[in-house]
């Protein structure tokens, strides 16, 4: 077995995450209370009873997806061999960072709620908005964003999978990518529930306010290569990782492009740790020969692994 962990992004939270982790393993425990003396509040309550839009705030929803997903990783990895590789998209490379030891959890926690406040704030007041388009090639997508900037800001913003694009920018030109989209025959093409066009130009505020943030942070070379969401390719080195976080505010993240090199590398078995299982989904449907798994709870722990189901408490 060749094994990458893999951890998802914002839009995979939901009222429940990581309670049973916490229920049932001191280690996930203590990691929310780790959190929670970063944040000043109840991470762990807010978890699990929300209310749902305290939740969804891009300021809270950040810390405590990469919290539920290191949750998660705690509990799995005693029962499984070090990874070769681990990525995470977008929100996630901060996950994959505190798994390679590259940055604290601490200063996870603190940069990552700064990133969502930051990322809220850069286009306060702007009409804008992003969308899903699938079953069109990305050189297709690409073309129509430019045609579409004829309106205003549109980019490609997260490439999925082979067949799933998203872009984003300003709502009258993503408006315009989508009547294009279905022009050219996309199966869907589907404006998005998200606050900001994350991963776009317009994210330069954020990115400038994001650099001075992490120039404070001490990272560290990853013990285990992360595969950078800009550039598809493992980050060894830390100043490059530093470097790196920067420009993915602004640029797209290349998961689909993360997948296909992870699985050249001999890539045969992906674990999604965290809320949700949109990355197995993607993975899955990508390479249809690879062993993919998530772990959210303690079932799909117990499938994961082959171990009886952990007792609550």
Known sequence: MRLAY?????????????????????????????????????????CARGPADL?????????????????????????????????????????ALVAA?????????RVVRLRGI?????????????????????????????????????????YNSPDQVVVGGDRAAVEEAIRLARARGARRAVPLAVSAPFHTSLMRPAAERLAAVLEEIPIRDPEVPVIANVTAQPVQRGEEVRRLLVEQVTRPVRWAQSVEWMSTQGVDTFIECG???????????????????????????AAAVGIPEAPAG
């Open 118 to 158: 930051f990322m809220q704030e850069a286009t306060a007041g702007r009409e804008v908005a992003m969308a899903a388009i699938l079953n069109l090639d990305a050189a297709v997508v690409e073309g129509i964003c430019r045609e579409a900037g004829k309106v205003g800001v549109c980019e490609v913003a997260n």
């Open 6 to 46: 893999v951890f998802p992004g914002q839009g995979a939270q939901y009222v429940g995450m990581g309670v049973e982790m916490a229920e049932a393993y001191p280690e996930s425990r203590a990691l929310f209370e780790r959190a929670s003396q970063v944040l000043g509040l109840d991470l762990l309550e807010l």
């Open 275 to 301: 809320p949700g299982r949109v990355l197995s989904g993607l993975i899955r449907r990508q390479v249809p020969g690879a062993r993919v798994l998530s772990v959210e709870d303690r079932a799909s722990l």
């Open 101 to 109: 030891g590259a940055l604290s959890f601490e200063d996870a926690v």
């Open 55 to 95: 939740l969804q705030q891009t300021a809270n929803t950040q810390p405590a997806l990469l919290t539920t997903s290191l949750a998660c990783l705690v509990a799995v990895r005693p029962h499984l061999p070090p990874p070769a590789y681990v990525a995470g998209l977008s929100l996630g490379e901060y996950t």
